[in-house]
């Protein structure tokens, strides 16, 4: 049985750091593009960053450009994001994916790519 957990998330100050941390088990996903996802009180569940199976592209969306940074170890098949400079719009539930596709050519940003979700951690920035 496939399960993805996140870890990492709490509570933090604007400008403040964290990082998450998503370890899978029950198969190896060496060859899968995986991301992070963030979903807010309210909001649509939107794409934070992604990253190729092999480390090799990635992906961040506007706002998190030169704050965020996503990397991942196969050897661990575990995927990071570190998260600098903090804002209290970057509160939400953050969620990490792995792309249903193994060796897919592109980074979908879309939801509907994704095959396995971690159950979230909530990521507070308090101003």
């Known amino acids: 049985q496939v399960q993805l957990v996140e870890s990492g998330g709490g509570l933090v100050q604007a400008g403040g750091s964290l990082r998450l941390s998503c370890a899978a088990s029950?198969?190896?996903?060496?060859?899968?593009?995986m991301g992070w996802f963030r979903q807010a009180p309210g909001k649509d569940r939107e794409s934070v960053a992604i990253?190729?199976?092999?480390?090799?592209?990635?992906y961040y969306t506007d706002s998190v450009k030169g704050r965020f940074t996503i990397s991942r170890d196969n050897a661990k098949n575990t995927v990071y994001l570190q998260m600098n400079s903090l804002k209290p719009e970057d509160t939400a539930n953050y969620y990490c994916?792995?792309?249903?596709?193994?060796?897919?050519?592109?980074?979908?940003?879309?939801?509907?790519?994704?095959?396995?979700w971690g159950q979230g951690t909530q990521v507070t920035v308090s101003s």
């Open positions: 990253i190729s199976w092999n480390g090799g592209s990635t």
């Open positions: 994916a792995v792309d249903a596709v193994g060796g897919r050519g592109y980074l979908s940003q879309k939801s509907y790519a994704y095959a396995y």
């Open positions: 029950g198969r190896t996903f060496s060859n899968h593009n």
